[in-house]
């Protein structure tokens, strides 16, 4: 253990902030009983590789997968109103990121919005259906299936 004794360190914002005195482990120092943790885990890794176990999903098909819940799973006028967005961009043959020069709203955000993640408020409606250069008919529809959310 070594002693640190009361110091001022500068903070981000610029300003400084006073450090009491305080212990501190020395670099590489292991908690006592730290290391058995990591014999335990060892043991139970070295034990599945030598069980020969099955791998618990068919090697054939693909992994499963731990992303959210996505559009496609998604039902109502959200799941609608994201793949609405999703097709009048793709129509007019926008990338993200032209869709999002146009739109002047950023591509991280166009994109969780036609996944379905975030509800688009209604401003972001119209400054889409703008930048798709939808017509007031598809506009309308749009403005309704937002309404309903």
């Known amino acids: 253990m070594t002693e640190v004794r009361g110091h001022f360190r500068k903070k981000p914002s610029g300003g400084r902030a006073y450090v009491r005195p305080h212990t501190r482990r020395r670099a590489g120092a292991v908690v006592a009983g730290g290391g058995g943790v990591i014999a335990v885990i060892g043991f139970i890794i070295a034990f599945g590789i030598a069980s020969g176990d099955p791998p618990a999903h068919d090697a054939g098909q693909p992994k499963p997968s731990l992303a959210p819940t996505t559009q496609a799973a998604m039902t109502g006028p959200q799941a609608q109103l994201a793949s609405a967005l999703k097709h009048a961009r793709e129509r007019i043959g ?3 990121d032209e869709a999002s020069k146009n739109a002047r709203i950023s591509s991280s955000r166009i994109s969780e919005i036609e996944r379905g993640i975030t509800v688009p408020s209604a401003q972001e409606v119209n400054t889409l259906s703008q930048a798709y250069r939808l017509s007031q008919e598809d506009w309308t ?5 937002h309404s309903t959310i």
């Open 94 to 96: 926008f990338s993200l």
């Open 141 to 145: 529809n749009l403005i309704i299936l």
